[in-house]
Structure formats: structure tokens, C-alpha cells
T-cell receptor, first 110, second 111 residues
Framework: DAKTTQPTSMDCAEGRAANLPCNHS???????VYWYRQIHSQGPQYIIH???NNETNEMASLIITEDRKSSTLILPHATLRDTAVYYC???????????FGKGTLLTVNP | DAGITQSPRYKITETGRQVTLMCHQT?????MFWYRQDLGHGLRLIYY???????DKGEVPDGYVVSRSKTENFPLTLESATRSQTSVYFC??????????FGAGSRLTVL
């Protein structure tokens, strides 16, 4: 599976959009981009995933560049409860094996 | 209730003792996983299972044993616990979408 690079930490003001970048320059054609988050002491939580097209659900939007070498997770209106470590993972969906890196610690400030 | 449950949530044991962490899911997901999480190492895959009676090693399998006699259960056994196995253990399951759902975790302390 392709490796990913994420910033170690980011800050965001409550109510503003949080834009979390991820670089995956070695991604191959059959690999998906997954985003999970982990709120302190809890199990990781699935947020969204995509292959080529941009995706949106009730939690977030995923923007994937045309060359698929990077992506951005957007939380449109961040709240204090969104403070968590966010993991960007690239994987073939068929085998489910996810390799977690260090992720980005997003801190939402009042 | 539908979901994935882990037990016990907290366990303290002594070096050399056998410990079994249980994981149960109600969705009949084919895939199940065990991860451990330590400060400085993030989440690391211990073992996974693609179906009942099919298991395979992950990144850090040494010292652990798994079984999957029923689709819904995936116990993780530490046959002789060591202090280095003090960690938080997360179980996960995955269905047809390729998305994993994680349990709440089991915090194990080995004295």
C-alpha cells in the first residue's frame, strides 16, 4: 500500500472549516484514500473514502487532486468535538488491511 | 444491540499469565482485525481474519494467538503475557464496503 504524509498538527477555530492535507504521491490506480479519526482514548472512526472523484457525506468532504497524488479532508464547520487525530490511509479496498501512520492532531479552539 | 464489542475493557495481569481479549461483532462481517496502540507507535496490526477458520499475521504477531471458529467472534490470546504487551488493543471488523468499524478498545496492563 502507498505511504502517506500528513502534517503532525493543525489548529482550527471553532465554526471555521478545517482543511487537512494528505500527500500520497505513490498511490496506484486501484488504491482508495480513506480517512479515519481517533478521538482521545476511543477507537478509530471512519469518516470518508474515495477513489478518484470528490466525495461528500454528513461528516466531511474529500477532495482528491486529478493526479491523485494528494487529497484534502474538509470539515466544513469544525466544533470542539472534532478535536482528534486524523489519519489518511491509502489501501486497496478489497483486502481491508489498513496501515495507520502518525496522523494529524487537529485541535479546534473556541 | 448491533455493533462491535470488546471485553474486558480494562485488565491488569502479571507477567507469564495467559490473557484472552474477546471481540464480538453482530454484522456478520467477513473481516476482523486486532490492532495494538502504544505511545510513539500508533496503531499496529497484530492479526487479521478474512473469514471463519482463516487467519493471518499482521505487522506484530509475536506473542499472540488468534482463532476464528465463528464469524462473529475473534478472540486474541496472550499465552504468556510480557510487560511489553502492555497496550491498548482495538478490534475491528469490515464488511463489503471496505470500511472498518472499531471497538472501544481493551486496555491491558502487564505487571
Amino acid at each position: 500500500d502507498a505511504k502517506t504524509t500528513q502534517p503532525t498538527s493543525m489548529d482550527c477555530a471553532e465554526g471555521r472549516a478545517a482543511n487537512l492535507p494528505c500527500n500520497h504521491s505513490t498511490i496506484s490506480g486501484n488504491e482508495y484514500v480513506y480517512w479515519y479519526r481517533q478521538i482521545h482514548s476511543q477507537g478509530p472512526q471512519y469518516i470518508i473514502h474515495g477513489l478518484k472523484n470528490n466525495e461528500t457525506n454528513e461528516m466531511a468532504s474529500l477532495i482528491i487532486t486529478e493526479d491523485r497524488k494528494s487529497s484534502t479532508l474538509i470539515l466544513p464547520h469544525a466544533t470542539l468535538r472534532d478535536t482528534a487525530v486524523y489519519y489518511c490511509i491509502v489501501s486497496r479496498g478489497s483486502n481491508y488491511k489498513l496501515t495507520f501512520g502518525k496522523g494529524t492532531l487537529l485541535t479546534v479552539n473556541p | 444491540d448491533a455493533g462491535i464489542t470488546q471485553s474486558p475493557r480494562y485488565k491488569i495481569t502479571e507477567t507469564g499469565r495467559q490473557v484472552t481479549l474477546m471481540c464480538h461483532q453482530t454484522w456478520s462481517h467477513s473481516y476482523m482485525f486486532w490492532y495494538r496502540q502504544d505511545l510513539g507507535h500508533g496503531l499496529r496490526l497484530i492479526y487479521y481474519s478474512a473469514a471463519a477458520d482463516i487467519t493471518d499475521k499482521g505487522e506484530v504477531p509475536d506473542g499472540y494467538v488468534v482463532s476464528r471458529s465463528k464469524t462473529e467472534n475473534f478472540p486474541l490470546t496472550l499465552e504468556s503475557a510480557t510487560r511489553s504487551q502492555t497496550s491498548v488493543y482495538f478490534c475491528a471488523s469490515g464488511g463489503s464496503t471496505g470500511v472498518l468499524t472499531f471497538g472501544a478498545g481493551s486496555r491491558l496492563t502487564v505487571l
